[in-house]
Structures are given as structure tokens and as C-alpha cells.
């Protein structure tokens, strides 16, 4: 299935098909109106989460997947959004 890819991007395409996976799991779960159906919805999305975390941790672990930290002032400004918008709810 992946020819002649090395584990680094066998890995790399594992944990961007988490991801969505998880967000098209996230959305479904977010429009169900059968309140046991948005449960199994969001046991599997637990799951999903899960699994993309593993594949993250092992690559982070290797060097092959290192998200850049924020900086403090992104953080600070992101926080001043979301409390301005919480605050008018």
C-alpha cells in the first residue's frame, strides 16, 4: 500500500488520518439527535483521539514530528478573545 514510503511518512499519513478522522467524527457527533447514538459517537471519538495521540508521542519520541511551541503573546491574545467572546454569552 505505501510502496517505497519509510515509517517516518508511513507515520506522517497515519497520524493526518487521525486527525480527520477525528474531526469527521467530531462533527458527527455534534449533529446527532439520538442521544445514544452521540454517545457511541463520542466513545469512538475517545478512541480516535487516543490513537492519534500514540502516533503523535511515537513520533515526537523519534524527532519526526515536532510542533513549534506558541508564543506567549499568541497565548495571551488567544485568551483575551475567547474570555471577551465567553464574557458576552
Not at 511551541?69 to 485568551?79: D, L, P, R, S
Amino acid at each position: 500500500m505505501y510502496g517505497n514510503l519509510g515509517d517516518k511518512e508511513m507515520m506522517s499519513d497515519v497520524l493526518s488520518g487521525q486527525k480527520m478522522i477525528a474531526s469527521i467524527y467530531n462533527t458527527f457527533s455534534n449533529e446527532c439527535t439520538n442521544d445514544a447514538l452521540r454517545t457511541d459517537m463520542l466513545t469512538i471519538l475517545r478512541e480516535e483521539h487516543n490513537m492519534q495521540a500514540d502516533v503523535f508521542n511515537e513520533m515526537k519520541k523519534r524527532g519526526w514530528y515536532a510542533p513549534a511551541n506558541a508564543e506567549q503573546t499568541a497565548v495571551q491574545q488567544a485568551k483575551t478573545k475567547y474570555t471577551g467572546i465567553q464574557s458576552t454569552l
